[in-house]
């Protein structure tokens, strides 16, 4: 079975520019998890879509969207990038709710200059 | 907000001894997991417990859960070049799905 495939791997862009990240889940699964990976403050939950509605979001400004289409693909959209959010970006899917492990790829890393 | 915090931040062994992570927690459980990420890459699932669980086995693995102090260990025996890597716990955090620490980072010396 394939696992979670994130892309592009790397991206660099500039203050105020926007990005779309990209990230296939493991067949079969339909939760997918975003979160966003920094030095200073970790891991933080930028949301979580299942069965192409979110259902859960995390404490980040509007400017950090996401959708997630019917063959469970997902997609994450920062528009007006600011230099702070640099960081590595991280698709997780899952099978079900409670007790199912998060299935992670390897991420996009993301420089804004 | 980071619901669990692991202790030591890094740890530096030699390769063959046994590597112990704690890691700490706020708020009430239904589960506690540990993950493992290797240098720029994604994390991997190493083990769940569950909160009505105490003790739990998978290879050299061993993870305890004490849910009166709100604290688990994760124990690597036998530790080996590979295992080189951040170890981080997560806990169901209510509305969000996973909450994670900040990590361990750990350095096997050969």
């Known amino acids: 079975k394939a696992g979670v495939t994130q892309t592009p791997r790397y991206l660099i862009k500039t203050r105020g520019q926007q990005v779309t990240l990209s990230c296939s889940p493991i067949s079969g699964h339909r939760s997918v998890s975003w979160y966003q990976q920094t030095p200073g403050q970790g891991l933080q939950f930028l949301f979580e879509y299942f069965s192409e509605t979110q259902r859960n979001k995390g404490n980040f400004p509007g400017r950090f969207s996401g959708r997630q289409f019917s063959n469970s693909r997902s997609e994450m959209n920062v528009s007006t990038l600011e230099l702070g959010d640099s960081a590595l970006y991280l698709c997780a899917s899952s099978s079900s709710w409670q007790d199912s492990p998060l299935h992670f790829g390897n991420g996009t890393r993301l420089t804004v200059t | 907000s980071q619901q669990g915090e692991e202790d030591p931040q890094a740890l530096s062994i030699q390769e063959g001894e046994n590597a112990t992570m704690n890691c700490s927690y706020k708020t009430s459980i239904n589960n506690l997991q540990w993950y493992r990420q290797n240098s720029g890459r994604g994390l991997v699932h190493l083990i769940l417990?569950?909160?009505?669980?105490r003790e739990k086995h998978s290879g050299r693995l061993r993870v305890t859960l004490d849910t009166s102090k709100k604290s688990s260990s994760l124990l690597i025996t036998a530790s080996r070049a590979a295992d080189t890597a951040s170890y981080f716990c997560?806990?169901?955090?209510?509305?969000?799905?996973?909450?994670f620490g900040q990590g361990t980072r750990l350095t096997i010396n050969p």
């Open positions: 417990i569950r909160s009505n669980e």
């Open positions: 997560a806990t169901d955090g209510g509305a969000q799905k996973l909450v």
